[in-house]
């Protein structure tokens, strides 16, 4: 527990100051929800799959370096938090058209922080959405997730179950209709 004890304390410092895009919520609190979905529905008790969706997004969103999560933890979670990192030189709509083409291409294990990852974001599509984003952004984005999802179902059947009853409440709630999707 040691190990990820000090990954949640060093995503707690890398993403200090940083908010949700709803701008009330502190970042910190995602990296936790997407653990917290892992260990309570795929029941997942790898410390270091734990530890790498806690920094999932270090690399990402900090001043971190792949480099640096290595020396500091492993290769393992180093390895993980690197497949699920956008290059952010790349424009948005680049680098989330490579999150559906490359997503049947990570590992099992980066599988499983994704699929989490997405149950937290759609949630907040509904729930906290980001400021200023209309309806229809937060529709293409359910609707964007749920075809990052598409290319890895078969990983975990309880995470997808969770996923696709986010994407139905959202759905129901920002369309005001029942979801027709599946």
Known sequence: MKLLADA????????????RKDGKTPYINHPLEVMHHLVHLAEVTDEELLSAAVLHDVV???HVTAIQLEQRYSKRISTIVVELTDDKHQGKSER???????AHQLSPEAR????SDK?????DM???????????ERL???TWA????DQIRGTDARLEKAFDDEVRAAWQVLSHKPAQFM
Not at 96 to 102: A, P, S
Request: with cysteine; charged share 10%.
């Open 112 to 115: 499983l922080i994704r699929i």
């Open 8 to 19: 949640i304390l060093f995503a707690a410092v890398c993403h200090n100051g940083q908010y």
């Open 60 to 62: 990402e969103d900090t």
């Open 126 to 136: 509904h729930l906290a959405p980001p400021m200023n984003w209309a309806v229809t």
């Open 96 to 102: 989330k058209l490579l999150q559906v083409e490359n």
């Open 119 to 123: 149950i937290c974001n759609v949630h």
């Open 146 to 149: 749920l075809s990052v999802v």
């Open 140 to 142: 293409n984005y359910v």
